[in-house]
Each structure stands twice: as C-alpha cells, then as structure tokens.
C-alpha cells in the first residue's frame, strides 16, 4: 500500500515522542518524582504508533506496554505525566494514560487479560448502537495465555464484533521465554481456532505493522469481525524497573538493540531522503521541549485530598 | 381515593416482568447470558424475552463467564445498560476478578460517574445440586468497595429492586434464590420502585429481632409464628439489600427488643452476619440484653444430597432455638 508522506513523517514523529516519554518516565521514576512502580515499553513503539495514526480518536484502545498507545492516540502529554504522578487535573473529564473516554481509552487491568473482555464489550456497544468506532487491544505474549482472552476472542468472533487484538510478542512474560509457554512457533496460530484471521509481523517494523493494522482495522469497521495480529518485538528494559534481568543474556539484549524500531525507521527515512538529518534535530528538539513543559505543568499540580480519592463512592 | 390493583405473581415472573418492562423503557437496555434466549434461562426467568425483544437485544453466550461480566463492563463504559445472568451464583467465582475487581473497583479508579451493569445470578440450597451450584456467595461480594447487592425474598421486593437496579448508575450483584423461583406473592400492576439500602419489617415483634434476608426471610417468619404460641413475639427484619445496608432499620429494631439473631443460608464464618454483628456492638452495644447469635450455614462446601444439605444449613428450628437461648 501506498503511505502518504505526511502519514510516514506523522509515524516517525509519534516514534520519538513515545521513545521520549518513556526515556522521561524513567528519569522521573529514578529521581522519585512519582513512586508507583513502572513498566516501561521502549523497543514496543512501532505497532502502538501505526495504530494510534489509524484509529479515529473516538475508536476504542486497550493500551499495551508502556504508555505508548495513550501518546499514540494523541491524549495530551500533560495528561499522561499528570495520571503517572497522580496528580489531580484541571479539567472536568477524567483523562490519563489508561482512562481517556474521549480518546476510546477505558482502563486497563492489573491482572493480566482480564481487561480483554471489557473491550470486547465495547465493541458490542458499537455494533449494538450501530455507530463505526472500531476497537483494538493490545496485551502481549504473557497475557495471550489467560483465560479471558480465550473467552473473550471467542465471543468476539461468534458475535463478528469490530475489534483488532494485536499480541505484543516481546518474548518473555516477566522471565518466562515464549519458548516455554507456547507449543508453538506463532501465537497468531490461534486466530484459525477462533475463525479469525491471524497475521504475523515484524513488530519492529513501523511500516508494516501499519499496513496490516490498517487492513485489519478496516475490515472491522467495515462488518467483517475480528482480526489477530501477533507483533514480534523485544522489550529493551526489565520487566519493571530494577529488574535483575538474571533471565536473559546480556547479547541477546544488545542484538535487538540493533533491530529497534525508532533506530531502523530513522535510518530507512534518511536513506530515503524523506528526513534529513537537521529534520531529525529539530524534531527531537521540539519534542524534548513539549515533554519538559508537560512535565513542569504536572508537576506544579495538586495531588488530590483523600475525600477526592473517594468521592465517586456512593454506598 | 384509587384503588391500587394487585396481581399474584411468582418470584421468577417478577423478575421477569422487571427485565421486560425495563427493555421496553429504554432501548439501551441489553439482556444476555447462557441460555437466556431460546432455552428462556436455566431457571425459566426470561423466557418470552428473546421473542418480544429479539436476538440483537437477548443473546446466548457461549459458556464464558469471564467474557459476560467483561464485556457488560465494557457495553456499560459506551452507552449500553447490560443486565446479564450467571446461571448459578457459585460460577461467579469463575469470572471473580471481573465481578470484585473489575466492575467493583472501576468506578472509582477512573472517576467514572456510571458504570450501569445488573449481575443477575441464582444462588442457594436447592435440594442437593453439590458445593458450586448451592453457593451463596454475598460475603464475598459486600467485601468489594463498589458492588451494590440485592437479596429480594419476595415477588414484589424482587421486581421492584431489579427495577431499581437496572436503572441505576451503578453495578449491581442481584442474587435470586433458587427456591423462591416458583413462591407466589402480590405485586401491583402499576409500575413501582423498591429503593436500595431500606430494610424490610416482614413482621413486627417486641421480644427479639431476626435480622434476615432471601429464602431465610420464610423460614424465620416460620420460626416467628411457632414463637408466637409460646408467647415470645420475634420482628423479622428483611434487609432486602447488604451494600447499601439499612442499619438504622437493624439498630432500631435491636433497641426495641434488645436480643439480636442473624439469619443467613451462607456460612457462618466471615459471613454477612459477622459484619451486621460488628455493627450492632459498635452502635447499640448498651440496647443489648443479651449476646447476639448467628445463626448460619456449617462451613463446609454443601454436599450432593438434599439429606445431608439440610443438615447443614439453617432450618426453622434452629432460629427458634438461637431466638430462645436469648431469653
């Protein structure tokens, strides 16, 4: 297919912006601006922006890894630091890197794949309500193995509802390789069971994964039910941060250091001559400075008092 | 002066008609679960609803209890009002983390004003159907900061909270006992409300109050009457829900009468009575004569024989006798 020019500069700048916030995160956790513990997704960037350039801000997202998906689907950065420092915000509707009803993002669980049906369920309310907003959800390789997600893909292709479930495969769940918690060599092996189509893509590769989410997205919107997408990537951090990493070698680490999609896509704009190399400066100077001034904003928040905490409570 | 007309309908008609009035009010109103559509429930609640409202609003589900309580979340956070069923209310321990974490906790976690979702699942002994199929699960249910949970005993409480609950903003845990499915009782033919969090007096009394709810509401009205001839007068107090609780409607009723006996079919430890118990010696510590006294389920997983279930679970004998040691 065919990508625009703008669409391909829009991916690279969304694949530094999520690069960015991730690298700030980290800094912030480390410094102890915020204490919650942290899981961050660098190396995860290209799928979460391929589909966040494609949805349509009301379309329904179950962000993955990282905060990658709530950057990609354009909520504003100033929210995400705020939610990650749990600082209260100013507006009236609540919006943070997991919760944004305006831009489709409903919540996430802390339990693994249990929030899989909850966007299922969402895509019957289109469905139901006959309106075209599509719903996509990550989770990764670990999470394909839960209960919820079966039934919920299941369900989800009985009832030919508008969704994509894109599988993150980054290789481990925490310390458990693919290897030992699947039998076989793709996830995406498991679509034909449910009658779905599966894919499989290089989850490094921003351009593809464009094109198939594109595809699948479109399939959905348009009647055609579910679609899986395994993604195969590698996460470039611990499982969360101060992970020993006793689990994986230190070369294997730095081989897919080489393959990282902020990295390659780079390199393959500049080859092209689509960026050059002052582009690349100015926009990772432009976006460095939007991240500081959202930082300085969430930070000059007020946390909120603990009647505020519970005051949606009505029993 | 009108003159209120009345109808005899069954507990399991009751709830049904609250389904169906409730569908036809408002069209966002979804209805579905295992069997509920062309099998009309496993219990016979909704049947007919497939026929009125049709297949885009009554849907089977596969078994996947999991994916029914996720996606009722789901369908409520964009604009629809599912009420669903687990068929048996010991199955919500398959789906537990949708039902405490998920739909307990979201509200408040995301500050979202509305998340309309009615659980509707049987519950209780039943005549031997073995540990999952007889649980009664509401212990475990009002430990969540987020869920409501109805325990209707009779046709009109059960139509008019189902009612309540469909149209509120926030999930419900709606439990039917099984038993009471075929109980007749009088409901109006025009539409009403029960509120959450009132209490029910199903029987007034000076010398003891029994603080009940659900099928265990008839067996110690039962105890109440044979009471009664040997001139000891028991209020029966209905709860009728455990999250909101009425406790000014238990503290009232225990300064009366000074004696306290909760009754429930679940079992004892860590129990709903514990909790009403803990209140009580908190709040009207001084208005009691006398210790309270549960009276409640043994703690073993109820077993596969009507015989053996009896003999675990509270019968009227032993509300008469809990009622008398307090004398």
Known sequence: MEIPKEKLLELYQKLVTCRKVDDKLYELNTTGVFSGWLHLGAGQEAMPVAVGSILHKDDYLKPGRGEHCAVAKGIPLKSIFASMMMKKLETEKPESAIYAPEYGLLGISGSLGEDIPIYVGAALSSKQLGTDRATVCFFGDGTANRGPVHEAMNLAAVWKLPIVFICENNQYAISMHVSGAFAVADIADRAAGYGMPGIVVDGNDVVACYEVAYNAINIAREGGGPSFIEAKTYRLRGHWEGDPEYYRPKEEIEEWKKKEPLKRYTEELLELGILTAEDVERCDAEITAEIEEAVKYAESLPSPSLEELTETLRL | MTTTEKTELTYRWAINHAIAEEMRRDPTVIFYGEDVGKHGGNFGV??????????????????????????????????????????????????????????????????????????????????????????????????????????????????????????????????????????????????????????????????????????????????????????????????????????????????????????????????????????????????????????????????????????????????????????
């Not at chain 2, 212990?139 to 987020?146: E, F, K, V």
Request: aromatic share 6%; net charge negative; with cysteine.
């Open chain 2, 46 to 327: 909704s049947r007919a609803l497939l026929d009125e409202f049709g297949e885009q609003r009554v849907l089977d589900t596969p078994i996947s209890e999991q994916a029914i309580i996720g996606t009722a979340l789901g369908a409520a956070l964009t604009g629809l009002r599912p009420v669903v069923e687990i068929m048996f209310a010991g199955f919500l321990c398959t789906c537990f983390d949708g039902i405490f974490m998920k739909l307990g906790t979201w509200q408040q976690r995301y500050h979202c004003a509305s998340l309309p979702v009615v659980v509707r699942a049987p519950m209780g002994a039943a005549g031997g159907a073995g540990a999952e199929h007889s649980f009664s699960p509401e212990a475990l249910l009002i430990h969540s900061p987020g869920l409501k949970v109805a325990v209707p005993s009779t046709p009109y409480d059960a139509k008019g909270l189902l009612k309540t609950a469909i149209r509120g903003d926030d999930p419900v845990i709606y439990l039917e006992h099984i038993l009471l499915y075929t109980r007749k009782g009088t409901v109006p033919s025009e539409e009403y409300l029960v509120p959450f969090g009132q209490a029910d007096i199903k029987r007034e009394g000076k010398d003891a109050t029994i603080v009940t709810y659900s099928a265990m509401v008839f067996k110690a009205l039962a105890a109440a009457e044979q009471l009664s001839q040997e001139g000891i007068e028991a209020e029966v107090v209905d709860l009728r829900t455990l999250v909101p609780l009425d406790e000014e409607a238990i503290l009232n009723s225990v300064k009366k009468t000074g004696k306290l006996v909760i009754v429930h079919e679940a079992m004892e430890r860590g129990g709903v009575a514990g909790e009403i118990t803990a209140i009580v010696a908190d709040k009207a510590f001084d208005y009691l004569d006398a210790p309270i006294k549960r009276v409640a389920a043994l703690n073993v997983p109820l077993p596969h024989s009507a015989k053996l279930e009896a003999m675990c679970i509270p019968q009227e004998k032993n509300i008469v006798e809990a009622v008398k040691s307090l004398l």
